[in-house]
């Protein structure tokens, strides 16, 4: 039976099939709802209707009485001029998070933002998700709280949720057993049916993580947040490569690439005089050489003062410009990714811990 830490009552983006099935069994009623409940939860993003589903009103009365619908509720929901939606998400085990949806490329889909953790230890110094530490590991079911309201919103606007991204709050890796439960969850065919190929977990290069990822074949895609090619730039900005220096990471995130078939990707914040040089780049373009995967230059998204009480900018136009010239000269596959969301402060780095006291 699941219950949950903090003694609030389970919530049905806890279970599993399996689990549901178990507790229903023990009320004396048919398990036989379960699968049918829980894939209706999933693709109507937490909107389902019990009544509707005809489970009768013994058990509809008794899932009422003993599981939430839901375990987080919308305390904040900020619309950006480009239509990019950020949630804060308040959540009954306490605390809050921030997800993000946006548009994608193609018309009618969208591509969604979750966090795996409340806060962040790593550090990274142009990142606002980590200038209050960490708070707590979210729970698998919060993180499919993000995705249930994520593809509701994105149903509401007549749009298919078709990407899903570990890119908010967190890094992913140190909460690898609920980040990994999540994605079952959401990706499997017995409950969310998303596709594992749809998702994409990113990592600051926890290597060990990485490992893991592979040797379980996960089948999603790796996103290396990379930012510098050098130690020497990297450890000022990224504290972890201390741990986990460029050479380790990239040859964690080949190996990756090797076992899986997958293609990863490059993550690389570009801030102003700190990893946008000409001698960068070509550096950069040298660590790439050989190595198929995409490279993806984020210009920075200002959050004030970093951990350090460093200001970062963005690099000029003709700096950005000159730096990808660099890279695609070396035959390097980058592109910039587009900022979005950032007047509501939504965009990459800009997500940031909330305390809310749990009044959910
Ligand atoms: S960039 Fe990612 S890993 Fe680094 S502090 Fe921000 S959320 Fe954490």
Redesign the pocket.
Known sequence: MITTSSNTRSALSDHTVASLKTHIAHWGMNPHHAARLLKEYYRTGGRVDFNELKIGNALETKLSAEIELRQATMLERKVSSDGTVKFLLGLKRGGAVEAVLMDSATPGRAAGCVSSQIG?A???DF?A??KRGLERNLEAGEIVEQFLQLRAEALSSGRQLRTLVFMG???PMQNYDNVVTAVERIAGEDLGEFGWRQICIST?GIVPGIDRLADEDRNVVLAL?LHAPDDETRSRI?PMNKRYPVSEIMAATRRYADKTGRIPNIEYCLLNGINDSDEQARMLGELMRGFRAHVNLIPYNWIGTGLSGTEYSQPPPERLTAFMTILRDAGVHAHFRKTRGEDVNAAC?QLREITVAATV
């Open positions: 962040c790593m550090g990274c990142c998700s980590t709050m967190g890094e600051v947040s990224v780095g």
